[in-house]
């Protein structure tokens, strides 16, 4: 059997570049980055329209081509398998969980999460429509599948056993900008957020699986008991079957909810530095990347104890029940009242944010690729 190329070429799927940035979006660019600064195989992007990160990602040595075409996934069923066989591509790599149903060339996969199949309600019909038929053709094609938990490896694994020899973890990492704040820093951003003394925190969309309700109704509790308690603030967009929920945060608006909706990267990271605590209740996370930003700059964290929130939290945060808004609300109690065990938590963030580094992930993510080049596969075609 002969090995790979000495240096191969590698395609990769910009499409999760191409709409406003998303959590699939920061992992792409970041990842690519860390693999382009590592000199090894060449990168070309390729997607259905022009890429947001293409200037920055051509500056780092890829290069970024584009076939139109209406739809992203009729790009990748249709156009992009007619360019991959154009011989010029040793592998293809698609962050986006999912490859073309003909693909000519060996490819690799990331699986995010296995939201699609297991919480199929939280998602709109056009996703469910471009990913629910080309899971398992895309899982069972691919010569190896990257999760970025072990949660979703096991999640994957038990799914779709058959490929469970092909599964490899690679955790991602966290970008530099998540980082402590400067005690003016942290003052300023307080004060505009009408929070001198600090606030409890939320970034995310706004949807059913993020139970985003779970700690409206914790931090309510809180409030009733004690006026003292801290504002909350809630950053992110309102998604996909979230109007009960938008009624609720707007009746309480008066008494210290906040909502910012979607803001830009360069204040969010202001947001996660000022915040006294950040919560994150969600049911499922294939990663969790904004527990592991607030943990970046020290801030201690509240999150579910379910999917991969355990492995991105560590020792550095509490975990609750998914759901129960008693004992979320006891959680925050504590914190609240005892600022030496959140301090000591705090402490313990940044050790548990040095796990996640995104020239590590480079460096596992390039031996992946090799081996995915080096091993036999599927047939072709």
Known sequence: MSGPPASPTIA???RALVPAPTGIGVYTRSLLLALADRKGPRYVGMAHRPP??????????LRIEHQEAPLGVLWQQLRLPRRLARGDVDLFWSPLITLPLRCPVPAVATVHD????LF?????FKVRWSLLPFLRPSFERARRLVTISQATARDLAFHFPQCAEKIRVVYP???PEFRPGEPEEIAATRREVGAPQGYILYVGTLEPRKNVGALVDAWAALKAADPQVPPLVLAGPY????????????????EGVVSLGRIERSRLVRLFQAARIFVYPSLYEGFGFPAAEALACGVPVIASN??????VVGDAGLLVRPGDAGALAASLRSLLSSPERAAALAARAAGQAGRFR????AAEMETVFLEALASPGERMG
């Open 12 to 14: 990769v799927d910009l």
């Open 306 to 311: 379910s999917s991969s929130l355990p492995e």
């Open 52 to 61: 947001r990160e293409a200037g920055e990602l051509e500056a780092a040595g």
């Open 120 to 124: 199929p309600e939280v998602h709109t």
């Open 358 to 361: 995104w020239d590590r992930a």
């Open 114 to 117: 296995l939201t699609a199949l």
């Open 173 to 175: 990492g966290i970008d």
């Open 239 to 254: 998604g996909w079957g979230s109007e009960r929920l938008a009624r609720r945060i707007a009746a309480l608006a008066s």
